[in-house]
T-cell receptor
Framework: EDQVTQSPEALRLQEGESSSLNCSYTVSGLRGLFWYRQDPGKGPEFLFTLYSAGEEKEKERLKATLTKKESFLHITAPKPEDSATYLCAVQARSSGSARQLTFGSGTQLTVLP | DTGVSQDPRHKITKRGQNVTFRCDPISEHNRLYWYRQTLGQGPEFLTYFQNEAQLEKSRLLSDRFSAERPKGSFSTLEIQRTEQGDSAMYLC?????????????FGPGTRLTVL
């Protein structure tokens, strides 16, 4: 069974204090790993897709990396508007035509001014 | 591209009542997904449509749940005889097949509260 574990569950940072969020996964053949941002009461907003170990992608203050067992979301010099829950999800080769996502429980990030 | 839309955004109902939610995917996206999300958890897959065909259903989708996608455009999710355990955010996502993966774009969700 595919599993995704995110840590920490919650993270409080001061504005400008860089940090990393972790996503560990177990999947029967990785088709893709996805990062989403979710604000309270809203649907997840797509950030990145990573396909293979060693791949990196960047968007503004966010950088996502992937190894064979985990992914990291690095946040550089965060701002209060980066406060949100960050969700990691995997898409397995065994998911067939559906390609459904298996999500972790998320990391709730709070950036204090 | 106006994004995925869902209606209603909030629904409060009494236990035992039936409810129906609607999802309008991004135009030209032939794949449509329903997920359920409870507080503090990530979304869980419920069901998948490719065009009008429902091709995959999770074991989470009990007999009280039914989903349709007539004509391969919008989709509806109906819950019959609602229970308090059905209280959750119901999320719809759509995607267009491309390459080895396809990115799923989510709607704003429908928050269901069963009293």
């Amino acid at each position: 069974e595919d599993q995704v574990t995110q840590s920490p569950e919650a993270l409080r940072l001061q504005e400008g204090e860089s940090s990393s969020l972790n996503c560990s996964y177990t999947v029967s053949g990785l088709r893709g790993l996805f990062w989403y941002r979710q604000d309270p009461g809203k649907g997840p907003e797509f950030l990145f897709t990573l396909y293979s170990a060693g791949e990196e992608k960047e968007k503004e203050r966010l950088k996502a990396t992937l190894t064979k067992k985990e992914s990291f979301l690095h946040i550089t010099a965060p701002k209060p508007e980066d406060s949100a829950t960050y969700l990691c999800a995997v898409q397995a080769r065994s998911s067939g035509s559906a390609r459904q996502l298996t999500f972790g429980s998320g990391t709730q990030l709070t950036v204090l001014p | 591209d106006t994004g995925v839309s869902q209606d209603p955004r909030h629904k409060i109902t009494k236990r035992g009542q039936n409810v129906t939610f609607r999802c309008d995917p991004i135009s030209e996206h032939n794949r449509l997904y329903w997920y359920r999300q409870t507080l503090g958890q990530g979304p869980e897959f419920l069901t998948y449509f490719q065009n009008e065909a429902q091709l995959e259903k999770s074991r989470l989708l009990s007999d009280r749940f039914s989903a349709e996608r007539p004509k391969g455009s919008f989709s509806t999710l109906e819950i019959q005889r609602t229970e308090q355990g059905d209280s959750a955010m119901y999320l719809c996502a759509s995607s267009s097949p491309g390459g080895t993966t396809d990115t799923q774009y989510f709607g704003p969700g429908t928050r269901l509260t069963v009293l």
